[in-house]
């Protein structure tokens, strides 16, 4: 029911919180190039300090692309990536970034290494599936066992023996008859 009364106007809301960084994916894109563009060959120490990112290696970082971009943890950065217009890129900015420590893989000490891409859900353990296509095995295969010896006898009589000794009887008094 709609309140006629002209007292009641609602007022504008002015909106919560901080403002987004980026109203475009074109433009957090951009951002993210010029990042990277801070560790190519060409470009200088001095010019990632100027723009406020300490480096201790020649190689990106989701921490340094996050205080780059301006959010001020992971979290945020990671939860912009829930955003439907934004999720692409950030997808994409940080397998740049997993690319990089991929690489390391193959260089000495790569322990660093290893411990990144555990963060972007890489695992160092095998994992063995043991059901068939997606259900359990629970069937026992099916054993045939196959008789190649004769048969058995049914009594003592029925066995052939070549050679038959005589059988030895003992009396109750223990001679032997």
């Known amino acids: 029911m709609k309140d006629s009364n002209p007292e009641h106007k609602e007022e504008a809301k002015e909106p919560v919180g901080r403002p987004p960084l980026f109203s475009t994916h074109e433009e957090l894109e951009k951002m993210g190039k010029e990042y ?13 300090k100027a723009r406020g990112i300490e480096v201790y290696e020649n190689r990106p ?20 990536e829930k955003k439907p217009e934004f999720q692409y890129t950030i997808k994409a900015l940080r397998t740049k ?3 990089v420590y ?18 972007f859900q890489w695992t160092d353990r095998q994992e063995i599936d043991h059901t068939s296509g997606g259900e359990k095995i629970n069937q026992m295969p099916e054993i045939k066992v196959y008789n190649t010896a004769p048969p058995l006898a049914g009594s003592e009589d029925s066995v052939d023996v070549p050679n038959k000794m005589p059988v030895i009887q003992q009396s109750e008094t223990g001679k032997t008859e």
Do not use: M, V
């Open 97 to 99: 970034i997993e690319n």
């Open 102 to 119: 991929e690489q390391y893989l193959t260089t000495k000490g790569a322990a660093g290494a290893i411990f990144a891409l555990k963060n």
């Open 61 to 80: 970082t989701i921490t340094g692309l996050c205080l780059f971009l301006g959010f001020e943890s992971r979290d945020a950065f990671y939860r912009y």
């Open 36 to 48: 990277f563009a801070l560790f190519e060959e060409t470009a200088a120490p001095e010019e990632r």
